[in-house]
C-alpha cells in the first residue's frame, strides 16, 4: 500500500481504526518553525469525532503525542513523528464484515486484494479514522504557511441538496476565512446551515445517510508554484483529496461547469493591479498550466454517503458464495461532511507547503513569499 505523499515534505500515515493508535511520520519540515500545538489541537477538534448529533457516537480525544521533530516546540530538523491513542473502540461490531462485504465500503476489494487478512474492524486502513494524523500534519503545514500570508480554508458548499453560498472567487476577506474556520458548523450562511442540519438529522432517523461538497480556498499563494503536467498543482492536490476517504470527485474553479462555457466567457483577462499580474475573473481557480497564477486557489471536493447505514442492504456471503442480506452496526456518520472540512485544509496546506519548497528550494525563511 501507499500511505505516503509529497516531494520535499514527506507524509506517511499508519495504523488501522481500531489498533492501538494511528500515526503520522511527517520529514522535510523546515528547522526552526514554531509550531503552536494548542492551535493544533483547536484544529483536530473540528474533524474529531462524538463531538455533535451529527457525527458518529464514537468520542476519541485525538490528542497527538510528539515523540521526534519538536524541540521546545520548534521544529529541529528530525522527521517529526506524532501518535494519536485510540481509545474507544467496539470492534465486536465489525465480526460478520469479514465475510458480509458493506455496500461502497472497501471491505471486498480489501478481501480481493489482500486475502482475506485484512483488518475489519472500524474500516481497517480504510477508514477516516486514518484523517486525523493526516490532519496532524497538514495542521502543522497550514501553521507555517500561515506565517508567510497564506491561507486556507473550506466550507460546506451543499448537503443533501442544500447549498451553502459560493467562496467568493476573486477572493474573501481574511475576518470571513476565520469565521468559517471558527465555527461549529463551518457555514457562510447559517440559514443553509441549518436546512443542512436537518437534512443530515432526518437521513440519520431514516437509518440513512447523505453525502455532500466541500468547498477550499488557498489565499495569497503567489504566482509561479507548481510545475506542469503530472506535477502540476491540480495534479497534486487531487491526488492528496483523493486519499481522502469517500472522495469521489475533484474540481477546480469552474470545473465541469467550463466545458459549457465559450472561450470568451472562460478566459480570464489579464490587466495590471498596483504593479502586479492579476485577473478580472478567476474562471481557471488560480492555477494554469499546473502553476499559481496569483489569484485565489478554489476548488471543490465531492463526498458520496456514508456506506454503513442503518437500512437492511443486499450484500453476499463469500464464505458460502451466495447472495445474503446484510444489517450493519456499529457507531457511523450520518454524514461524513462536516468533518470532513479541515480535512480538505489539511491535504491542502500539505499540497501547498511542498509546492512552495519546491520553488523555493533554498530555504523557506528571509524571503517575501506575497
Known sequence: MASYLGKHIHVSIFGQSHSPAIGVTVDGLPAGEQVDLEQLQTFLNRRAPGRSLLSTSRKEDDRPEILSGLVDGVTCGAPLAALIRNTNTRSGDYDNLRDHPRPAHADYTAHVKYGGHQDVAGGGHFSGRLTAPLCVAGGICGQILE???????????????????????????RTVLDSVKAAPFPVLEEQAGEKMRAAILAAKEAGD????????????????????????LESQLAAALFAIPAV????????????????SEHNDPFRMENGRVVTESNHAGGILGGISNGMPILFRVAFKPTPSIAKVQQSVSLSRQQEEPLQIVGRHDPCIVPRAVPVVEAAAALVALDALLDRNTDSLSGGDYR
Open 147 to 173: 506565517r508567510r500570508g497564506i491561507t486556507i480554508a473550506a466550507h460546506i458548499a451543499a448537503i443533501g441538496g442544500v447549498e451553502d453560498r459560493p467562496f467568493n472567487p476573486m477572493g474573501e476577506l
Open 248 to 263: 469521489k470527485g475533484v474540481e477546480f474553479g469552474e470545473g465541469f461547469q467550463a466545458a459549457r462555457m465559450l472561450g
Open 209 to 232: 445517510s447523505v453525502g455532500g461538497v466541500v468547498e477550499c480556498m488557498i489565499s495569497g499563494l503567489p504566482a509561479g508554484v507548481g510545475s506542469p503536467m503530472a506535477q502540476g
